[in-house]
């Protein structure tokens, strides 16, 4: 009978996990497709969930919490059903969470304005969320099983209902296909019901609406087929520069309709167009071909650095190329110097590059300005030898390979006019492209993207500060009345990822230095806990982030990297409660235990960087993350087994500690760390945090407050040290410089021989510089620096 019940409890902590997991995929693919989100929605989505877990568990070490645990360990298929109910409502409240905040649906959603969605909509799920784990910790301690068990229940539920999901969005199969309302939404006197179509990069829903054709993504409508403005003026500006070209390919977000107005122009013209998303090119224009549009334009199917890798060099006389966001880590990939030297690559040496710029705006800020030195100046390094600024049509640069073959507002309409389209784009409209008085503008504010200015050193931008850059410019376009351009600086100077470090110690350490005596241990246990939860959240972000970056395959598989993470917690798990069952309370093994899981947490996450960096495949990549699971997993039991005596009251403090420092860590590598240190900087940063904790608990396990209040004093004092030189270095100048006016108060005055001048006039040598006579002998070659004659 013990043994069914038990199983019984496992069994409904199994279904809790499905129903988590299930909601936290649908829900976070809804998440992004409201918000057109990327790296930093999902570590803002999965931040918040597990705050509002860790604040849901600190409700149950409250007394009504406790009761409300007590009752729910004894229906424990009560809190699988809540969860279910409460997701229908949650998906309501996400889809409803852009009118609520004010924010227009032709706007892009500011990032703060993100962040306080993503709270407002996930603590009151989650909350609930928090309750589960206590529950069927109570239920199984109340059997006299291993409490241990409730998080493997729970993690093996999970993973399973993530493989699941995973197979059907894989196969195109809708689990919630509410989102369909979305077309509805933007033609409500639409006739016909939408097509869609699953990718890694999301949910698009097609169809004709009025004559047109119409793909709605995460970002609005994506296509508009066909299109007679912006898409006609690219292309004309493209054959501007080769009239007679034989092969152009369309790299990144360029639209599918440029590739048909470059079909319309040329018919000849054999386009590829390589969309991030290959599988979203392939079905889009099956999808265009369905509904009457006859095109010859051919889509690449690989992910556009895959494709350039496998072209034979020169093997394109124009390409277009235009990069995502500068806010996403891809992004800023795209504008590194290796994918630049990618495309010339690829590029004949008689053909050309256009390369997309973000200067369609009126006026340039400080931030924009860095934005767009930091993208043209590799461009210009890689293609140094002819380039222009067309500022019109949405802002390009121009490059060749060969000096004078790119062709500026004076003689690129006479190149257009060779192909004798004049009755679909007049001659003279092509100047207007370029737009010079506008590109003159934009080249005083930003010399680089004046031709005349000369780029001598290879000041190329690291990724993760190009990042920093993009997210600058964003944050000043959402808010103008800020200036984060300046405090990216201050952190630049002040080595940023170092402060933020220090503040990360300080935050650990002080609950248990400032806590009272009799519960010291169990918050040194739960602060280490907190730190392995830490680094391995940490871990799975930064495998999605190079999932991101080099597949576009986000919306996919994030939900397949949460199954594998929480399929690898309940390996650890299982194997973490195996090793230590045995383990007597005292046992110095404990103490081995707590700084070598860290460690090899730090071993895995070496091995997942750079095993990314390598491999070919999507899956291969996403499947580091269960490894990353597995040694984050077999922390809990480690912590649980160290306290044999209090389990019970334990469960709450520590499912407390795992989700909100996963929380903290979430944020802090999102929006801090990885722009300022890049994502191995930012591991390490968290690997050197759990491995410090674990030697506290190590060595210092009876002591934990003098250990962590040491700890947490150096990282204070090195932190103030670290933010005072600049003041420090002028507080000595300026105390210099008084000791030498006090020292020359205090010398003897002498009798001058001189007369005292009738006024007093402006102090220093009132005396004019000789410049034709210094002139003159630097033309003779008998220039002296110890001459005193240059003075008149």
């Given at each position: 009978m013990k043994r069914f019940c038990g199983f019984t409890v496992c069994l409904a902590a199994a279904a809790f996990g499905a129903v988590t997991l299930a909601s936290q995929t649908l829900l976070l693919r809804r998440f992004l497709w409201c918000f057109e989100s990327t790296e930093f929605g999902v570590a803002l989505f999965l931040s918040s969930w597990l705050l509002g877990a860790g604040l849901g568990a600190a409700a149950v070490a409250t007394t009504p919490g406790r009761r409300l645990i007590r009752l729910l360990a004894g229906r424990v298929w009560l809190p699988p059903l809540l969860c279910t109910a409460i997701y229908f409502g949650h998906y309501a409240?996400?889809?409803?969470?852009?009118?609520?905040?004010?924010?227009?649906?032709?706007?892009?959603?500011?990032?703060?304005?993100?962040?306080?969605?993503?709270?407002?909509?996930?603590?009151?799920?989650?909350?609930?969320?928090?309750w589960g784990v206590p529950a069927f910790c109570l239920a199984l301690e109340r059997l006299d099983l291993p409490a241990s068990r409730a998080f493997a229940a729970e993690a093996l539920g999970s993973a399973f209902c993530g493989a699941l999901l995973t197979a059907l969005l894989t196969a195109g199969v809708a689990?919630?296909?509410?989102?369909?309302?979305?077309?509805?939404?933007?033609?409500?006197?639409?006739?016909?019901a939408s097509g869609r179509f699953e990718t890694g990069g999301g949910t698009t829903l097609f169809g004709t609406h009025g004559g047109t054709f119409f793909a709605i993504t995460s970002g609005g409508v994506s296509e508009l087929l066909p299109e007679g403005d912006r898409s006609v003026e690219q292309a004309v500006l493209a054959l501007s520069q080769r009239p007679y070209a034989a092969s152009a390919l369309l790299l990144g977000q360029v639209p599918l309709a440029t590739a048909l107005a470059l079909e319309s122009l040329r018919p000849d013209l054999a386009v590829t167009w390589c969309p991030p998303d290959a599988r979203y090119g392939t079905l889009l224009l099956s999808a265009v071909a369905a509904a009457g549009t006859r095109t010859s334009v051919r889509a690449a199917g690989t992910p556009p650095r895959r494709f350039l890798d496998e072209q034979p060099e020169g093997s394109f006389d124009l390409i277009m190329v235009k990069p995502p966001p500068a806010t996403s880590l891809d992004g800023a990939t795209w504008r590194d110097p290796a994918f630049i030297r990618a495309v010339r690559r690829v590029t004949r040496r008689t053909g050309t590059a256009l390369f997309a710029l973000p200067?369609?705006?009126?006026?340039?800020?400080?931030?924009?300005?860095?934005?767009?030195?930091?993208?043209?100046?590799?461009?210009?390094?890689?293609?140094?030898?002819?380039?222009?600024?067309?500022?019109?049509?949405?802002?390009?640069?121009?490059?060749?390979?060969?000096?004078?073959?790119?062709?500026?507002?004076?003689?690129?309409?006479?190149?257009?006019?060779?192909?004798?389209k004049t009755a679909f784009f007049p001659t003279e409209a092509v100047a207007l492209l370029f737009d010079s008085p506008r590109a003159q503008r934009l080249s005083e504010t930003c010399p680089i993207l004046s031709p005349a200015h000369a780029v001598l050193l290879p000041e190329t931008v690291r990724t993760e500060h190009m990042l920093a850059l993009g997210v600058a410019d964003a944050l000043r376009n959402e808010y103008p009345a800020s200036a984060p351009g300046a405090a990216l600086a201050w952190l630049t100077d002040h080595q940023g990822n170092r402060l933020i470090g220090l503040l990360l110690v300080m935050l650990w350490t002080a609950p248990v230095a400032l806590g009272g005596t009799h519960h010291a241990p169990r918050r040194l246990w739960a602060t280490w806990l907190a730190g392995c939860g830490a680094l391995g959240l940490v871990v799975s972000l930064a495998v999605l982030y190079r999932l991101q970056s080099r597949f576009d395959a986000l919306y996919l598989l994030a939900g397949a990297g949460s199954a594998l993470y929480l399929g690898g917690l309940f390996c650890g798990n299982r194997l973490g409660e195996r090793l230590t069952a045995h383990w007597p309370a005292e046992s110095f093994a404990w103490c081995v235990a707590a700084p070598l899981l860290p460690l090899a947490q730090a071993a895995v996450a070496w091995a997942a960087l750079a095993g990314s960096a390598y491999f070919e495949s999507a899956w291969n990549v996403v499947a580091l993350c269960l490894p990353a699971g597995a040694a984050a997993g077999a922390a809990v039991p480690v912590a649980l087994g160290s306290r044999l005596d209090r389990h019970t009251e334990d469960a709450a403090v520590f499912v407390l500690a795992d989700a909100t420092g996963a929380a903290v860590a979430g944020l802090a590598f999102t929006l801090l760390l990885v722009p300022l240190a890049g994502l191995e900087g930012a591991v390490l940063c968290f690997a050197a945090l759990a491995a410090g904790l674990g030697l506290c608990v190590a060595a210092c396990g009876e002591t934990p407050r003098l250990a962590t209040g040491l700890a947490c004093f150096a990282a204070g004092v090195f932190f103030i040290a670290a933010i005072r030189p600049p003041q420090t270095d002028r507080q000595s100048t300026w105390e210099e410089k008084r000791n030498t006016i006090q020292g020359t108060c205090t010398r003897e005055i002498r009798p001058s021989v001189t007369d005292t001048p009738a006024s007093v006039g402006p102090r220093g040598i009132p005396r004019k510089l000789d410049e034709q006579r210094i002139r003159a002998q630097i033309r003779d070659g008998a220039l002296s620096t110890n001459e005193a004659a240059f003075w008149e």
């Open positions: 409240v996400i889809g409803n969470l852009r009118a609520w905040l004010g924010v227009p649906a032709y706007h892009a959603f500011p990032l703060l304005h993100l962040a306080f969605g993503c709270l407002l909509a996930n603590i009151p799920f989650c909350f609930a969320i928090g689990p919630d296909p509410r989102d369909a309302a979305e077309w509805t939404r933007f033609f409500p006197q639409a006739d016909r200067c369609d705006v009126a006026h340039l800020t400080p931030e924009r300005t860095a934005l767009l030195d930091a993208t043209v100046r590799p461009i210009r390094l890689v293609w140094p030898e002819s380039g222009v600024l067309a500022a019109g049509a949405g802002g390009w640069w121009i490059a060749a390979q060969v000096p004078g073959l790119t062709y500026g507002p004076d003689t690129a309409p006479t190149r257009f006019a060779m192909l004798q």
